[in-house]
């Protein structure tokens, strides 16, 4: 137990569903991660918080759609999605501004996405 | 941009075993370098760190020295059990174009799995 929460471990949807993916983390921690792990390729940075505003977007299709209402909560959107997006979608938090370089980032176990 | 390159798996070896797993990366300044590992069904969790030229992390047995020489930070264990069995991440961590915004870089992971 990391202190970093992923609903739901698993889903499948279809490509015209709209699911979200929500993360939870009470760490006191003010940066939150979206990472997508798809096998045999590096982890990919898809989305970074800090103090709850949106600070990277690394060229992520539209169909996925970030929320982070509160320094504690981050949601994945989905809608539309294709089957190369089924991958392990994982969520991650570390203390916040310009520490990342010193600290650790706290990961959660992931959802498994499978879309179908 | 950064970049991590550490040796593909998966790798097997008998219990007690030495290990050695490759890790080079690519980065403008000074970065910090972890090694992460994924047990299965789990997220990742950080193995050890090192944030500056010559230091070497430790935990668990394992160790990692910092080589800004040869921009690496190969991973080892002496004697390695059952449990080790995991999924191990070489990432560096850098600043990004703004304050606070920074973010770990990974590499492919290794799949590590250690027969009795």
């Known amino acids: 137990e990391t202190g970093v929460t992923q609903t739901p471990r698993h889903l499948v949807m279809g490509m015209t569903n709209k699911k979200s993916l929500k993360c939870e983390q009470h760490l006191g921690h003010n940066a939150m991660y979206w990472y997508k792990q798809s096998a045999k390729k590096p982890l990919e940075l898809m989305f970074v918080?800090?103090?709850?505003?949106?600070?990277e977007n690394n060229s992520v299709p539209s169909r996925f759609s970030p929320e982070c209402p509160n320094s504690s909560h981050l949601f994945l959107h989905l809608h539309t999605l294709q089957p190369e997006d089924s991958a392990l979608y994982l969520c991650?938090?570390?203390?916040?501004?310009?520490?990342?370089?010193?600290?650790?980032?706290?990961f959660g176990q992931g959802t498994r996405l499978t879309v179908v | 941009g950064n970049s991590v390159t550490q040796m593909e798996g998966p790798v097997t070896l008998s219990e007690e075993a030495f290990l050695t797993i490759n890790c080079t990366y690519t980065?403008?300044?000074?970065?910090?370098l972890f090694w992460y590992v994924q047990y299965p069904g789990e997220g990742l969790q950080l193995l050890l760190k090192a944030t500056k030229a010559d230091d070497k992390g430790s935990n668990k047995g394992f160790e990692a020295t910092y080589r800004k020489e040869t921009t690496s930070f190969h991973l080892e264990k002496g004697s390695v059990q059952v449990s080790d069995s995991a999924v191990y991440f070489c990432a560096l961590s850098s600043r990004g174009s703004n304050f606070g915004n920074e973010k770990l870089t990974f590499g492919t992971g290794t799949r590590l799995t250690i027969i009795p």
């Open positions: 991650a938090s570390s203390l916040g501004p310009g520490t990342l370089l010193n600290t650790e980032a706290f």
């Open positions: 918080y800090s103090l709850e505003e949106r600070v």
């Open positions: 980065a403008t300044g000074y970065p910090s």
